[in-house]
């Protein structure tokens, strides 16, 4: 079993930066892909970055790619979300997700295969 908890969301404006945690606790001997996924009221939930049980590769939403980076120490947990130039669009709550494997980001990038999943940190950026 493994336990997720995110951290680091809350108010900014358009244009700041922010920084989401994923703490993994329980057991992380095993391997596992991280990934964000974010909700937005009245939207459906979307992937927005994976990263590799290595760290070593990762991938993004067009929504958030050049903007959004995704970083992981194996030998460490969090997982951490670089969120940079927020917009208003972006306001959603983040969640992150792991499934077992040793496969590339792609693995969680699908919302229904994951195995795990944090309970969400709110992240509300005003113009």
């Known amino acids: 079993q493994v336990q997720l908890e995110e951290s680091g969301g809350r108010l900014v404006q358009a244009g700041d930066s922010l920084r989401l945690s994923c703490a993994i606790s329980?057991?992380?001997?095993?391997?596992?892909?991280v990934g964000w996924f974010r909700q937005a009221p009245g939207k459906e939930r979307e992937f927005v970055a994976g990263?590799?049980?290595?760290?070593?590769?990762?991938s993004y939403s067009d929504s958030v790619k050049g903007r959004f980076r995704i970083s992981r120490d194996p030998a460490k947990t969090p997982v951490y979300l670089q969120m940079n130039n927020l917009k208003v669009e972006d306001t959603a709550v983040y969640s992150c997700?792991?499934?077992?494997?040793?496969?590339?980001?792609?693995?969680?990038?699908?919302?229904?295969?994951?195995?795990?999943w944090g309970h969400g940190t709110q992240v509300t950026v005003s113009s």
């Open positions: 997700a792991a499934r077992q494997g040793y496969g590339g980001p792609q693995i969680v990038s699908t919302a229904e295969l994951n195995d795990y």
């Open positions: 329980g057991d992380t001997s095993s391997a596992y892909a």
């Open positions: 990263v590799s049980w290595s760290g070593g590769t990762t």
